[in-house]
């Protein structure tokens, strides 16, 4: 098989990346280890930025998130007995949308389809070859078991942060970053209509707690627990009781309402940088390039920004052979996801307390500070609303 551009990866950048190559007139190839159904139904992030969204809507992808998602001016910060709200249209002009991954991968998938876009699920021995090369190639197991090969002008590494393409680069032609929290995320998905209507980020001593959702009826709330939980240890009634309690019950007559659980896993918390985001012919784009704990919901909007500056890169690339926008893709891209990355660190490292009671008092000062002080609260709303993309 030949194509312009291999894409490993059928996650939020490899579809979106495939959808924006087709609009430049671009043909695609987009390949995925697990099925389509997985895929579709793996629970993650759920806050789009507002240039996420403004994208979407530029594509053309944004009527259903128009309809069903929910859109937030801010988000309440809290300390035991304090909440604040924290307004980003206000300071910054700017709303974020409450809309959540699963159903972001649904749409990319209808839309790719009525394209016609060819995506093969269920792939196995994903390889990279001829990197360094103008003809590179991808070679891997179909799911019926017979060996492929895909010859493309460039391939997009969206594989996310197990894959295949991060590994490919030798490691004399990159460098890594890393910080691993001594802290994960207990999250669970309930049916049960939301206790607020925007997000509660609370600082507790007994641990941070995060109060999201997906819709009217279905929430979804986080607590910090030790990064070797085993989840069978937190029974539904331990969750709730916890979470209500750091969650700030109490505070003018505010409750959590509980509800039937759905879900329920341990999520481990890193930073990860690998850079350059390109080798040769090899362009590595979202999860695949670069982690972010979760706190402030930055992950899938990073991987939505890289594909809106991968894809005019390759179009000129590939199409043109003018090779100047690739050439700066890494640098372009690594701007952006540093600040995302000191952003989630900030917010991480300011909100999960350690028993280090100096570093607490720090953190509560922080606190204060960004609910009491302008300067604080813009700074806080333009990363987390986010900065416009290609910025
Ligand atoms: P992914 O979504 O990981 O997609 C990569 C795709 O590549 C996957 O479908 C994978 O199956 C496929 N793949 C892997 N190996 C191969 C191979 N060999 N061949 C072909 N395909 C391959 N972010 C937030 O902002 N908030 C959250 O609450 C949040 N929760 C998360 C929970 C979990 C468990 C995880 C893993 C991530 C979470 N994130 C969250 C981060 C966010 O979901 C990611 O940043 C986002 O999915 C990145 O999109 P991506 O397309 O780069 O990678
Ligand atoms: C969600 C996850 C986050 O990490 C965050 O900061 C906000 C919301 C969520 O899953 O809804």
Redesign the pocket.
């Known amino acids: 098989m030949r194509t312009q551009v291999a894409i490993?990866?059928?996650?939020?950048?490899?579809l979106l990346l495939s959808h924006l190559l087709a609009s430049d007139g671009v043909d695609s190839v987009v390949?995925?280890?697990?099925s389509r159904a997985y895929?579709e139904a793996r629970i993650?992030?759920?806050?789009l930025e507002h240039s996420t969204v403004e994208l979407l809507d530029s594509l053309r992808l944004g009527h259903t998130l128009r309809r069903e998602g929910h859109e937030h001016r801010g988000i309440y910060l809290q300390e035991p007995g304090t909440r604040h709200h924290i307004d980003f249209v206000d300071l910054v002009g700017r709303s974020v949308w409450v809309y959540g991954?699963t159903q972001l991968q649904r749409d990319l998938g209808q839309a790719r389809d009525a394209a016609g876009q060819q995506i093969e699920y269920g792939?196995s021995h994903?390889q990279l070859h001829d990197l360094t090369t103008d003809s590179p190639c991808v070679t891997?197991e179909s799911e019926d078991g017979r060996d492929q090969r895909l010859d493309a002008d460039a391939i997009a590494g969206?594989?996310?942060?197990?894959?295949?393409s991060r590994a490919a680069v030798p490691g004399s032609a990159h460098q890594t970053w890393e910080r691993v929290y001594p802290y994960a995320w207990l999250?669970i998905l309930a049916d049960v209509a939301p206790s607020t209507d925007e997000l509660i980020y609370a600082w507790h001593p007994d641990g941070f707690a995060l109060h999201s959702m997906r819709s009217p009826t279905v929430s979804r709330l986080y607590l910090q627990v030790p990064p070797e939980t085993d989840v069978e240890t937190w029974s539904d009634d331990r969750i709730w009781t916890a979470l209500s309690e750091r969650l700030g019950a109490g505070i003018d007559g505010w409750t959590l309402h509980a509800g039937p659980i759905t879900d329920k896993?341990v999520?481990p918390m890193r930073s990860f940088l690998q850079a350059p985001m390109r080798f040769g012919r090899l362009f590595l784009?979202?999860?695949?390039a670069h982690i972010v704990p979760?706190t402030g919901?930055?992950?899938?909007?990073?991987?939505v920004a890289d594909v809106a500056l991968l894809a005019p890169a390759l179009e000129a690339l590939v199409r043109k052979g003018k090779p100047a926008l690739a050439d700066g893709y890494s640098e372009a891209a690594l701007r952006r996801v540093w600040r995302c990355t000191h952003f989630s660190w900030w917010m991480t490292t300011m909100l999960h307390p350690t028993g280090d009671p100096f570093d607490e008092q720090l953190q509560l000062s922080q606190l204060r500070w960004v609910c009491s002080s302008a300067a604080g609260a813009t700074g806080l709303a333009e990363n987390y609303a986010g900065l416009p993309l290609r910025s």
Do not use: H, M, W
Request: with cysteine; hydrophobic share 40%; aromatic share 4%.
């Open positions: 490993i990866g059928a996650g939020p950048a490899g390949i995925e280890t697990r895929v993650r992030a759920g806050i991954q792939v994903t891997y969206c594989d996310g942060s197990f894959g295949p999250g896993s999520l784009a979202g999860d695949a979760p919901a930055k992950g899938l909007n990073l991987a």
